[in-house]
């Protein structure tokens, strides 16, 4: 019997410890001593068993399952396959085994063969106390770290930033968190600037430009930039004023206290200025512009975004590459020029109003092209051919009619009848070729007439209303997962790629440019 051999283990710990090890040397010898043959050996080192997606290995297994390449596969134990609390999971890989007939064989239980009845209720009740046992297993877990976490013990295996977890030798998993100060530097840097108003982004960039960047996790040598999330994280956390919360979920969370990086004044400072942030950008704009999500770099294919230097001065689009660098007195990495928004809203919303009352130009857009010659009168060429086969069908007759009267012989009937046959055939070919142009010409000229309503509907919503319904028309003519947008050239071109949505269906439309100074 031909048997594949799957060993996993769910964590770095059991694989430093060789679990999976132990599982690849007596599964290859039980299956020897059973007489099976090994085809392959599939293992996931230090992968949950939680999920399918996250163990490659296992969806190789699948994929070979499928093609039959093995009758069984041989576990150390069942819980190896799933251990996921989802029963859909479950039910996924034990579905794709019985329908390719695979069975499943472990040391203790033997092979359990999916088919049966009984094998299979097996399967599901030792699935079932699997399932029971994690969860004992979680909870056991939880209160041991949670008790530890209260007896002064280190609380997980990665330390907050800007702390380090040293060892006590007097105690036994005793000791105490400890400042690194090259990260706490980083930490203050921080919530200085967060004191002077900077955001997250804002914040993340400066970090980025004077070389500070987060800690590196597990084989990673180099990291990226701090991400946004990460920076808000570390603002808003007490740990830094000597508060480390942990078990937040918990209703009595435990407070670990650990040395202050920052003093009480300036965490305070920070909280204010953030809230004034979040304040100020929760309020209503005082600019709402057109082309607001809409505005795309012709450059670097950024978004672009309405800024206002001051109170009362013009607004204008900016790239979101140039605008960011810009706040910190760096040259900008793409270089477009700033776009003046009333003229840039002005030219799109005059460009698209042309292009929506212009039928003739949105009929050949959408290639809402003639079926057939032009001016052909389908109508009428139907009516015609339908009178010539009613003539030869009655020609046909009268031969028939007078042949039966002896008026004429058989040989001079035949023929007469075979040359009708003839033409019948072509006018029953044309009638058909006729009838498809008359339908093709009345969808087209239904889709072009409610493509026509629907422009009319659009344009009186873009020249009319507020900014309001006016935004709401200019997202339907751009819709952003179609990759439609108003992009702004370095030249002062701008490009408008969008396409008219009509009964559900988007069509595609000519590409608008206009030039704005």
Not at 102 to 125: C, F, R, W, Y
Not at 179 to 193: S, T
Not at 248 to 269: G, Y
Request: with cysteine; charged share 30%; glycine share 8%.
């Amino acid at each position: 019997m031909k048997v594949a051999i799957y060993a996993r283990v769910s964590s770095d710990k059991q694989r430093e410890r060789h679990t999976i090890g132990s599982q690849l040397a007596e599964l290859p010898k039980y299956a020897k001593r059973q007489g099976w043959t090994v085809i392959q050996t599939y293992q996931d080192d230090g992968k949950s068993g939680e999920t399918i997606e996250g163990r490659p290995e296992f969806q190789s297994l699948l994929a070979d399952a499928e093609k039959g390449l093995f009758e069984t596969v041989l576990v150390i134990d069942l819980d190896r396959i799933t251990r996921s609390n989802k029963d859909q999971e479950g039910a996924f890989i034990y579905d794709t085994f019985r329908l390719h007939g695979i069975k499943i064989a472990t040391p203790s239980n033997g092979i359990i063969d999916l088919d049966n009845e009984d094998q299979d209720l097996q399967v599901g009740m030792l699935r079932m106390f699997s399932k029971h046992e994690k969860r004992k297993l979680l909870r056991r877990t939880m209160r041991g770290k949670v008790q530890a976490a209260r007896d002064g013990k280190r609380y997980g295996c990665v330390d907050p930033y800007g702390y380090r977890w040293v060892a006590d030798p007097q105690l036994k998993s005793g000791g105490s968190y400890q400042i690194l100060e090259h990260e706490a530097a980083v930490v203050r840097r921080m919530f200085k600037l967060a004191i002077d108003g900077w955001g997250s982004r804002r914040i993340s960039w400066m970090l980025e430009c004077e070389g500070m960047r987060p800690r590196p996790r597990g084989k990673d040598k180099v990291t990226g930039p701090w991400p946004y999330a990460s920076v808000m994280n570390i603002l808003r956390s007490t740990t830094y004023v000597g508060n480390f919360r942990v078990f937040r979920k918990l209703e009595d969370n435990i407070v670990i206290q650990v040395p202050p990086i920052v003093t009480q004044d300036t965490w305070d400072d920070a909280q204010a200025a953030l809230a004034r942030r979040k304040l100020s950008s929760g309020a209503p704009a005082r600019h709402n512009h057109l082309l607001r999500g809409c505005a795309r770099c012709g450059v670097c294919g950024n978004t672009m975004w309405a800024t206002t230097p001051k109170p009362g001065e013009k607004s204008y689009y900016r790239c979101r590459t140039t605008n960011s660098w810009r706040f910190m007195g760096l040259e900008g990495p793409c270089g477009n020029k700033h776009h003046r928004v009333d003229l840039v809203d002005a030219a799109v919303q005059e460009k698209l109003l042309s292009i929506l009352r212009d039928q003739d130009l949105l009929s050949a857009a959408c290639s809402l092209k003639p079926s057939g010659p032009a001016g052909v009168d389908w109508e009428g060429q139907l009516r015609g051919l339908e009178r010539k086969l009613a003539t030869l069908n009655q020609a046909a007759s009268d031969l028939l009619r007078r042949q039966r009267g002896g008026l004429l012989p058989s040989a001079v009937v035949d023929q007469e009848l075979s040359d009708i046959a003839r033409e019948r055939k072509l006018v029953e070919k044309n009638l058909a070729i006729a009838q498809s142009r008359k339908g093709k010409a009345s969808a087209a000229d239904k889709l072009r007439q409610s493509i026509h309503d629907e422009a009319k509907v659009l344009s009186r919503g873009l020249e009319h209303a507020d900014i309001d319904v006016r935004r709401k028309v200019l997202t339907s003519l751009l819709p952003r997962e179609l990759g439609c947008a108003v992009v702004l050239n370095l030249d002062g071109e701008v490009v408008i790629n969008w396409v008219l949505p009509v009964s559900g269906e988007h069509v595609e439309v000519a590409t608008a440019l206009a030039k704005v100074s």
